[in-house]
């Protein structure tokens, strides 16, 4: 009884022994399973993790800062006020350079369109002291005047009008023009002897008449060898 009670107790250790030694062997195998679940896990997330992290960074150093734009734009569309004053006198000048060109262009087109329009032609004189004649088919000046009150006064109505008069024939301008003689050459008639002021001895001798109703009207120009109203 003793010896099956003793072989009753060894295959009950046996069995035990037996249990355990699977039970651990489970357990170990469970365990590294687990631990290479962890391990893997672990790095899968720990990739996962930085990438995004590293893409971010890079996100945000290449994409701009949407506050350093509205600053950016700010400061190209913000204009102090000496600046903006600065535009608009740079606008100012340039337009009125642009209408002054605009009414220079606008006169030579007259002056041309005058010159086109105006036919003169030569003619003989039987003045030893003319080098040239010629008559044209020039218009008579506009007058305040409905008839003229033959005064050759310098400033005189007559005379400001007599001197336009002979810059339509000489082209002349009023203004340059040096007037050595202007006086009566006849009824409502008279006569003028100028010379430019940049070259006094080119001397012209140019003949009006009054265009009733309308004003002077130059007739015939004279270019003088001598000026014989110089003295």
Same mark, same amino acid.
């Given at each position: ?6 072989k ?19 357990? !170990?195998?469970?365990?590294? *399973? ?23 960074e $890079? ?6 800062? $949407?506050?350093?734009?509205? /600053? #950016?734009?700010?400061?190209? !569309? =913000? ?5 903006e ?6 606008a100012?000048?340039? =337009? %009125?350079?642009s #209408? ?12 041309a369109?005058?010159? &086109? ?11 030893s002291? *003319? ?10 000046? =506009? ?7 033959m ?8 005379w400001? %009008?007599?001197k336009?008069? *002979?810059?339509?024939?000489t ?11 202007l006086?009566?050459?006849?009824n #409502?008639?008279? &006569?003028?002897?100028v010379s430019?002021?940049?070259?006094? =001895?080119?001397?012209?001798r ?14 015939? *120009?004279?270019?003088?060898?001598? /000026?014989?109203?110089?003295?």
């Amino acid at each position: 009884m003793s010896d099956e009670f003793g072989k009753i107790t060894r295959k009950n250790r046996f069995e035990k022994k037996r249990t355990n030694t699977k039970a651990i062997t489970w357990l !170990t195998a469970i365990g590294g *399973v687990l631990a290479v679940l962890i391990i893997t896990l672990v790095m899968v997330g720990g990739g996962n993790q930085v990438e995004p992290t590293a893409s971010g960074e $890079n996100s945000a150093d290449n994409e701009p800062d $949407n506050h350093e734009l509205d /600053n #950016q734009s700010d400061e190209s !569309t =913000d204009m102090s006020p000496d600046e903006e004053a600065s535009e608009e006198e740079l606008a100012v000048v340039e =337009d %009125e350079e642009s #209408q002054n060109q605009k009414d220079a262009n606008e006169e030579s087109d007259e002056e041309a369109s005058s010159n &086109e329009e105006t036919e003169t032609q030569q003619v003989e004189s039987n003045d030893s002291n *003319v080098s040239e004649a010629y008559e044209g088919n020039w218009q008579p000046v =506009d007058s305040e005047q409905t008839e003229p009150a033959m005064t050759f006064e310098k400033g005189s109505v007559d005379w400001q %009008e007599m001197k336009k008069a *002979v810059e339509v024939a000489t082209g002349i301008p009023v203004g340059e023009q040096v007037v050595w003689y202007l006086g009566r050459a006849g009824n #409502q008639q008279a &006569e003028a002897t100028v010379s430019p002021t940049s070259n006094q =001895d080119q001397t012209y001798r140019v003949s009006l008449k009054w265009a009733e109703g309308q004003g002077w009207q130059p007739t015939l *120009v004279e270019e003088l060898m001598e /000026n014989d109203k110089k003295t």
